[in-house]
Nanobody, 124 residues
Framework: QVELLESGGGLVQPGGSLSLTCTAPERTFSTMGWFRQAPGLEREFVAAFRKNGGYTSYADSVKGRFTISRDNAKNTVYLQMNNMKPDDTGVYYC???????????????????WGQGTQVTVSS
């Protein structure tokens, strides 16, 4: 079994920044990414990074504001969140998997392992 370890959540004012970190200590995954879930809403895709080719994907709502990066040697993925908005509030979940096809990279059911979630709150 694999446990994904998340850190970096917290409270930030609109326009501020936060950085999230997720580490898979037991195994290397071909694709790691982030989803989020606001209260009362479905979990939604945020960003993902595929090791092979360095492919990245972003939700339209965060493109240009969030940046995903990866340290393959440490099997760690980061999410730098800038110019944050209240709509960014939610629980952020790290996700990881292998053998994902490109067309499924935004689908939560394509990932095999999940972190427990870290709360991100954007409020003045």
């Amino acid at each position: 079994q694999v446990e994904l370890l998340e850190s970096g959540g917290g409270l930030v004012q609109p326009g501020g920044s936060l950085s999230l970190t997720c580490t898979a200590p037991e195994r290397t995954f071909s694709t790691m990414g982030w989803f989020r879930q606001a209260p009362g809403l479905e979990r939604e895709f945020v960003a993902a990074f595929r090791k092979n080719g360095g492919y990245t994907s972003y939700a339209d709502s965060v493109k240009g504001r969030f940046t995903i990066s990866r340290d393959n040697a440490k099997n760690t993925v980061y999410l730098q969140m800038n110019n944050m908005k209240p709509d960014d509030t939610g629980v952020y979940y790290c996700a990881a998997g292998n053998r994902l096809i490109l067309s499924s990279i935004r689908r939560q059911d394509a990932y095999d392992y999940w972190g427990q979630g870290t709360q991100v709150t954007v409020s003045s």
